[in-house]
């Protein structure tokens, strides 16, 4: 495993729409490791393949640091509700914004045997599934933003 270099924003490779899978492969299992292993080092809760340059529809997300979940493929069939809070990015480090999104998502997606499977969640984890999905088309949150993108404070993170 290794830790990948995260692109910022300004990176073309984060404005394009990226591939899906078609089968597993030992390339695409390392790139998975590579990036939970990344989006821990990050502190991230969340990291899209395009953010270490590769064009594959593959996300991870972990909103509570003990519950790895891996999207291939990912796609968004329910949402409901709607949240209204700040949201952050790796690729925009030590910023963020205000963001609405939806407070419950179903998403589908392939597990790394490539068998289907849904993940639901709320709160963090809607937020999280609805902003990597977001990267594999090639959009970032700062799109969605309501108003100036803000400084994080880390003082006065949860
Ligand atoms: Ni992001």
Request: one cysteine or more; glycine letters at 8%.
């Amino acid at each position: 495993m290794a830790i990948r270099n995260i692109r910022e924003m300004g990176d073309e490779v984060l404005t394009k729409k990226c591939r899906e899978v078609t089968e597993m492969t030992p390339r695409v299992k390392e790139l998975i490791e590579d990036m939970l292993e990344t989006m821990y080092e990050a502190n991230g809760v969340g990291l899209a393949a395009p953010q270490v340059g590769i064009l594959k529809r593959i996300v991870v997300i972990d909103t509570t640091g003990e519950d790895p979940h891996i999207l291939i493929n990912p796609r968004i069939v329910e949402t409901s509700g709607e949240q209204t809070g700040n949201e952050g990015c790796l690729s925009v480090p030590g910023k963020c914004a205000v963001v609405t999104r939806p407070n419950y998502v179903k998403a589908v997606a392939l597990d790394v045997n490539m068998k289907e499977f849904e993940l639901e969640g709320t709160e963090l984890l809607a937020r999280a599934i609805c902003h990597e999905v977001d990267h594999l088309e090639g959009r970032l949150y700062v799109e969605k933003a309501e108003g100036p993108l803000k400084d994080v404070n880390y003082d006065e993170e949860e």
